[in-house]
T-cell receptor, first 114, second 112 residues
Framework: NAGVMQNPRHLVRRRGQEARLRCSPMKGHSHVYWYRQLPEEGLKFMVYLQKENIIDESGMPKERFSAEFPKEGPSILRIQQVVRGDSAAYFC????????????FGPGTRLTVL | QKEVEQDPGPLSVPEGAIVSLNCTYSNSAFQYFMWYRQYSRKGPELLMYTYSSGNKEDGRFTAQVDKSSKYISLFIRDSQPSDSATYLCAIKSTGTASKLTFGTGTRLQVTL
């Protein structure tokens, strides 16, 4: 059973470009979470999605950031007009239904904004 | 005050030592407690989770929760160099909130 998959593993963007991060949950998991880890800081929750629904986006910046989890395909975290402060590791986690306490993380996407 | 406090370390111990890693939290609504291990430039790996006060053991790892003191611990027995990593505590509240609140992590180095 493959774990949570994320791609790309590394992404370099120039200021003002768009970044798209993809996440495929573990088989049988219908809940997806995105977290951001800044250098020397802990993981910070961004958004929680189920298929075609955003359940909790309380950790998402109000502008430039969006997330989706379509009926088919991976979850996408989109960052528009990136700035240097967006440079971080972005982790996706998934959990089975009704087991939000057991979230399994992917390897992360390391975004560098030049 | 942060919701979850964790000593960042680094903590250096010799091989075979017993390691104690700790977190404190401030919100009594927190009821689910997890420990993750994160190797350098990798994703966090779920080690243990519990939701009740007391001890939970899994091999060389023991998770301890004291809800009255809002204090959680992870003990590692017979530590190995392969245990060298950053250990993150994570806490979740009851109710509909599904997000995990993480400590900043403790860096552990087990030396030969």
């Amino acid at each position: 059973n493959a774990g949570v998959m994320q791609n790309p593993r590394h992404l370099v963007r120039r200021r003002g470009q768009e970044a798209r991060l993809r996440c495929s949950p573990m088989k049988g998991h219908s809940h997806v979470y995105w977290y951001r880890q800044l250098p020397e800081e802990g993981l910070k929750f961004m958004v929680y999605l189920q298929k075609e629904n955003i359940i909790d986006e309380s950790g998402m910046p109000k502008e430039r950031f969006s997330a989706e989890f379509p009926k088919e395909g991976p979850s996408i975290l989109r960052i528009q007009q990136v700035v240097r402060g967006d440079s971080a590791a972005y982790f996706c986690a998934s959990s089975p239904p009704a087991r939000e306490d057991t979230q399994y993380f992917g390897p992360g996407t390391r975004l560098t904004v030049l | 005050q942060k919701e979850v406090e964790q000593d960042p370390g680094p903590l250096s111990v010799p091989e075979g030592a017993i390691v104690s890693l700790n977190c404190t939290y401030s919100n009594s609504a927190f009821q689910y407690f997890m420990w993750y291990r994160q190797y350098s430039r990798k994703g966090p790996e779920l080690l243990m989770y519990t939701y009740s006060s007391g001890n939970k053991e899994d091999g060389r790892f023991t998770a301890q929760v004291d809800k009255s003191s809002k204090y959680i611990s992870l003990f590692i027995r017979d530590s190995q160099p392969s245990d060298s990593a950053t250990y993150l505590c994570a806490i979740k509240s009851t109710g509909t909130a599904s997000k995990l609140t993480f400590g900043t992590g403790t860096r552990l180095q087990v030396t030969l």
